[in-house]
Every structure is written in C-alpha cells, then in structure tokens.
C-alpha cells in the first residue's frame, strides 16, 4: 500500500498488512459501517447491564486487587482517571511507526464489537492516526498480561494529558495536540479508560511490525543462499523435487523452489557444474533448516493475525447474547510461544549464514583467493569481516533464548503470572537487526566470489538480484571499509526494494 491507501476496518478485524500499511505508509484508517454499529450495541448493552446495578469489572468495581471496591458508573465512571497511574512506562519512547502500530491493533479489536467502548472514542483513536498525533510512549513496563502502560500512554493524550509529537517533530500536551489536530477531546464512556488499555495490542501491533521485517529478510535471505550456490558452485540436487519428495518437511519445499526459482537460465543447473559432488551442509541443508524458519515464522504470523482478528478485552460484550462477560483473553502465550520458537529458528539459520560466509572466505572450500581479496600485496578483502559475522552470530544466539516463564507476582498477587509478550517482540526485534545485516554480508561476500569466477551464467532472477547488489555495492578492485555498503544493503533489505516477495505465508 501507498501513502494515499485506505483502510476499512470492518467488524473482522484486520490482517498484519493492514496493521503495518497504517504504521509505516501512513494509510488512511476508517471505520466500517458494520463496525460501528457493533460498536454502537455493545456500549448500549454494557450500559443497560451497568444500570441494572451488575458487578462489572473495572465498570462498577475498582480494578485489579481493589476489584472489591463497588462503584457507581451512573454517577462518575472516572474512566478518564485509570491510565493515569497506570502510565508508568520507561525506557526508550517508541518509534512513530511502533505507536502507530500499537493504535491501529487497538482501534482494529475495538471494531470486533465486543469491547464496551464509545463510539466517540473509537473515532477519537481514528482521527489520532489520520492526523498523525502520535502520544509519547516508554516502552518498558509491560509484562504481557494487557499491556496496561504503553497503552496508558497513549489513552493520557486522549483524556487531555501526557505528551504527544506533532508532524515535524514537536512534543506537546495531549490537549495541545489534539487542538492542533483539530480533534476534539472525547467524553469518556462508562468502560472507555478500561478499554482503551486493558488489550495485549501494543505487543500485537509491534509483532506485526517484527513480521513485516522477518518476511523481507527472509526473502533476502533465500535470495542470498542462491548467490552463494553460484559464488560456490555448489550442487543443485539437495534441490530437487525428487530429494525433497523423500523427506518432506515443513516449508522444505518451499524454500527448494524458490532457490531453484532464481537459479534457473543459468550455468549452474546444467549437468557437471557443480565444483563437489557433496557440499559443506550450510549449502546442502539450505531446504531444510531455512524451511524449517519459514514454517516458524508462518506460525507466528498465524498467531499475531489470530490475535487481530479476536477480542480480548475483560469483560467482553457480547450484545447479541446480552451478555457481559469476564475473560482472561488478554494473555497471549501462544503468540508468545510462537515468536520465542521463530526467534530460535532464525538463530539457527544465521548459524548457516556464518558458515556459507566463511566457506566463501576460504580457499580450501572455495578455490577462490583467501578472504576474496584483490589483487596486490598485502590486500586483505573480507578477512577482517569474519570478525562482525562472528559477533553478530554469537550476540543472535543469546537474544534467541526464550525469555523466562516465571515473573515477579503483582496486583497484590492476584496477577501471578505473565506471558512477557513485549519483552519477547523486543529481544526478537533486536535479533532481527543483527540478522538483517548478516543476511547484507551474505549477499556482498557471495556477489564478490561470483565476480572471482569468472564468465559464468547466473540464473536470470540471480543476476537481477546480483545486478541490484551492483548498483548499490561496487565490486571490491582495492580494500576498503565495507561498513557503508552494509548499511546501504540492509537498508534495502528493510525497505522491502532489494527483492521481490519469493515466499507467501500460507
């Protein structure tokens, strides 16, 4: 999606596209007309219930260990006070892309119907996005059970308070911010503070950003391994169909056909080119353990668009059933449990990364000059950059460890038990940094050996890729400091432009 698309949140929810069009492309948000009116039932139910005199969390109760305090929302729901001592967020702020994500996950489950909140204020959270009043939000504090202060940051702007950054970088109140924006400041219904942070939505709207950036490294990641199949001159038969058709395991056959997708029209897939008859098994078992990565990443992107298309406020309001009901959705541990599997499963293909590097720096695998150097005494090419593989190998290994499963009771106790989702997306976005310039390397080592071998011909999708590489990255003729063409490459890996979409996520 361009600046200028649109998105409709209907009464579905929305997908990770969606998500990711509104935070980084700056869509336009709207709200269906279905999913007003969903909206619309489901206060006027909550309401009706809350009339009745009913005990209803966070409604006519206090919240959390004070749940045994009776209110009377008829009189004063104070709604406008709970993100008040509730934003107790610290850290680094989030990026404009990290809060627009956090906002439109919200609004998005906001439009399912069943949270209890305004129309008013599912409207006010719209016009935020669509103004670009972005709240001011520390990203530590959360532990995974709700999202209680990110949230509580950005509900502060909407009740006139906390700080907001306006287009062109200036920081203000929330009041100001919404004056300038020319929004006016919502009345707050009888759940609407609640509502508003009592959702797991800023680790879904982060994990939908994290997703975006894994699909695109990944694919820059299969368009490395085939340029190192042709720097290499490895065998295609682990490839084959046939082979894959003995063992087929998830996302093994996926990953061989878009390999062998950009080798095709070259050299390489003819009979005898291969340089050995068995290669080292960071080449041989590319299928195999990048599959193994994709159907991982496939389950997270399952469990994050699960969670858009669901509610998981508590209490829920189903008005069709006249019901307000109590839940625990707000805990994602499945979510959880899959970005903790996908974050081990990258580890271990920039495991395969480092070694098909270093097989390239060789001579005793490569048969090309040591560290691909150039000619002249002395040069010494890519042998200091083992260094940097070596380090982002070994720091991708720790960020992949699973975050503890225990965390320090709170609530007075009565919240014993966290999933740490945002802890989780942001050690896993860490590691995606250090793998997005890992996958750089790959592809400058690899384009560097095909230089070295000579008149060969690369597959037709290869060499489009390799002629990207080019345009960005010059060939190597005397040493120099690679850092900059790193950069410029992971650049292009982020932005999505260096390669064409290779996998699908289903």
């Not at 996005?129 to 059970?145: F, Q």
């Not at 005898?272 to 195999?288: I, M, N, W």
């Amino acid at each position: 999606m361009g600046a200028d698309a649109k998105v409709i949140f209907d009464a579905s929810g929305a997908d990770i596209d969606a998500i990711c069009a509104i935070a980084r492309d700056s869509a336009e948000v709207t709200i269906g007309a279905d999913a007003l009116a969903g909206i619309e039932a489901a206060y006027a139910c909550l309401v009706r219930h809350a009339g009745e005199g009913k005990a209803i969390y966070g409604v006519s109760t206090g919240l959390g260990a004070a749940v045994d305090t009776r209110l009377d929302p008829t009189k004063d729901s104070g709604q406008h006070r709970i993100p008040r001592p509730r934003a107790v967020g610290v850290g680094r702020f989030a990026e404009a892309d990290e809060v627009r994500a956090m906002m439109a996950a919200r609004l998005a489950r906001f439009c399912r119907g069943y949270s209890g909140g305004s129309p008013e204020v599912a409207q006010a959270l719209a016009g935020m996005l669509n103004c670009a009043v972005h709240p001011k939000v520390p990203m530590t504090g959360s532990i995974g059970e709700a999202d209680l202060p990110p949230l509580a940051h950005i509900a502060l702007v909407l009740v006139g308070e906390g700080k907001a950054i306006l287009p062109g970088g200036r920081e203000v109140s929330g009041a100001e911010a919404l004056a300038v924006a020319g929004l006016a400041q919502p009345p707050f219904g009888i759940k609407d503070g609640l509502s508003l942070i009592s959702s797991n939505a800023a680790s879904v709207g982060l994990a939908c950003l994290l997703l975006q950036d894994i699909r695109r490294i990944f694919d820059a990641h299969v368009g490395a391994a085939a340029l190192s199949y042709e720097g290499f001159r490895a065998s295609l038969d682990p490839l084959d169909p046939l082979a894959i058709r003995l063992r087929p395991g998830p996302g093994q056959g996926d990953v061989a056909a878009a390999v062998r997708s950009l080798l095709e029209g070259g050299d390489l897939t003819k009979q005898g080119a291969a340089r050995r008859l068995q290669d080292p098994l960071s080449l041989r078992c590319v299928p195999s353990v990048s599959g193994t990565a994709l159907h991982a990443l496939r389950a997270a992107w399952s469990a994050t668009e699960l969670e858009l298309h669901s509610s998981d406020d508590n209490p829920s309001v189903l008005a069709d059933e006249d019901v307000v009901l109590p839940t625990g959705n707000f805990d994602p541990t499945h979510m959880v449990l899959a970005f903790d599997t996908l974050a081990l499963a990258l580890a271990r293909l920039a495991a395969m990364t480092a070694e098909r590097i270093m097989k390239l720096l060789s001579p005793g695998f490569s048969d090309l000059p040591r560290f691909l150097a150039p000619e002249g005494a002395g040069a010494n090419g890519f042998g200091a950059l083992q260094k940097t593989v070596a380090a982002l190998t070994a720091e991708i290994g720790h960020l992949a460890m699973p975050m503890p499963f225990t965390v320090t009771p709170v609530a007075d106790r009565v919240e014993d038990y966290a999933s740490l989702a945002m802890s989780v997306i942001d050690k896993t976005g860490r590691l995606v940094e250090k793998l997005r310039y890992l996958t750089a390397i790959e592809l400058i080592v690899a384009a560097r050996a095909i230089d070295l071998r000579g008149p060969i011909k690369l597959g037709d999708r290869a060499e489009t890729l390799f002629t990207v590489i080019r345009s960005i990255v010059p060939p190597l003729e005397v040493d120099r400091s690679p850092s900059n063409d790193i950069y410029a490459l992971a650049d292009c890996i982020a932005a999505g432009t260096l390669i064409g979409p290779l996998l699908t996520m289903k």
